[in-house]
C-alpha cells in the first residue's frame, strides 16, 4: 500500500427530504494521511452520512469533500476512487450469507485483472491478517459476530486502500471481540499506514484513536486529541451550539 491519504471538509452541507432532514451543517475538518480518527455523537446526528459523503456513495449539497486535494464532486469517475482509494465497513457488516469468507473478501476484486487463483491467495492473506485463516471456508451463519465484522474489515482491505471507513464496527459486539477488531484496526494503520476514520457511540472505542471528532445535531462539536504522537489538530469550521 502506499500509505494514507487526507481527507479534507471545507463547510460540507447535506440535506435529506428536500431540506427538511438538515443532517449536516457546515462542517469543516481535515484528517491527516495516515492518522486514526473516531467520530462519534448520538444517533441521528450525521455520522453515517458525513462516512457515505467521505466514500462518495452521496454527495454535499455545498461545501466540499477533498481526498489528496482532489473534490470528490470533480472525480468523472467516483466508482473508480470507491474501489481504488477506499475500504468501506459498513454499519451491518453486509457480508453475502450463500458466499464462504474467503469469497466475501473478493468481492471487490471482482472487476480486477488478476486470475482467480491470485484473488484467491490475497483474500487467504487477508483473512491471515484478521486472524481467521481457518475459517476461510465458513459462511456468515456459522461465524460470531466478531468474526464477520473481521471478515468485513479483510474485505474492506481487498484492494489496498488508502483510506478506511469504518461505520460501528464494533457496534453489536462485547467488549473482548470488541477489542478483536480495534487490534486488526490498529494493526492494519500500523503496518500500512492507512489513514482510518472510525465511527463509534463507545468512548473507550474512541479513545483508541489519535484524535476524536465529536458531531451534534450535524455540527462538530469538539475535536480532541488523544496521543501525544497525534497529527497535526484539526480545523473544526463550525462553532459549538
Ligand atoms: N436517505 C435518507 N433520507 C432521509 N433522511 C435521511 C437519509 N439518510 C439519513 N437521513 C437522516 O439524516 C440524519 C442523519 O442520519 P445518519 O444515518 O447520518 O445518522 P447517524 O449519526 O449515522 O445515526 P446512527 O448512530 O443511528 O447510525 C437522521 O435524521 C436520518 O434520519
Ligand atoms: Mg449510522
Not at 454527495?59 to 473508480?80: C, K, M, N, Q, Y
Not at 474501489?83 to 458466499?99: E, I, R, S
Not at 482467480?116 to 487467504?124: C, G, M, N, T, Y
Amino acid at each position: 500500500m502506499s500509505g494514507g491519504a487526507e481527507v479534507r471538509l471545507d463547510h460540507v452541507t447535506k440535506s435529506f427530504e428536500d431540506g427538511r432532514v438538515r443532517a449536516l451543517e457546515d462542517v469543516s475538518f481535515t484528517i491527516a494521511a495516515g492518522e486514526y480518527v473516531a467520530l462519534t455523537g448520538p444517533s441521528g446526528c450525521g455520522k453515517s452520512t458525513l462516512l457515505n459523503l467521505i466514500g462518495a456513495l452521496d454527495f454535499a449539497d455545498s461545501g466540499t469533500v477533498s481526498v489528496d486535494d482532489i473534490s470528490l464532486a470533480a472525480l468523472r469517475r467516483p466508482w473508480e476512487y470507491r474501489a481504488k482509494t477506499v475500504g468501506f465497513v459498513f454499519q451491518l457488516h453486509n457480508l453475502l450469507a450463500t458466499l464462504t469468507a474467503i469469497e466475501n473478501v473478493q468481492i471487490p476484486m471482482i472487476g480486477q485483472q488478476s486470475p482467480p487463483h491470485i484473488r484467491q491467495q490475497r483474500a487467504l492473506e487477508l483473512l491471515t491478517e484478521v486472524g481467521l485463516a481457518e475459517r476461510a471456508l465458513a459462511v456468515p451463519a456459522t461465524l460470531s459476530g466478531g468474526e464477520r465484522h473481521r471478515v468485513a474489515i479483510a474485505r474492506a482491505l481487498a484492494n489496498e486502500p488508502r483510506l478506511l471507513l469504518a461505520d460501528e464496527p464494533t457496534g453489536a459486539l462485547d467488549a473482548e471481540t470488541a477489542d478483536e477488531v480495534l487490534d486488526v484496526l490498529e494493526a492494519v494503520r500500523v503496518r500500512h499506514g492507512t489513514t482510518i476514520l472510525l465511527v463509534t457511540n463507545d468512548e473507550e472505542v474512541a479513545e483508541c484513536a489519535d484524535r476524536i471528532l465529536r458531531l451534534r445535531n450535524g455540527v462538530i462539536r469538539a475535536v480532541e486529541p488523544r496521543r501525544a504522537s497525534a497529527a497535526s489538530p484539526a480545523t473544526p469550521g463550525s462553532s459549538p451550539r
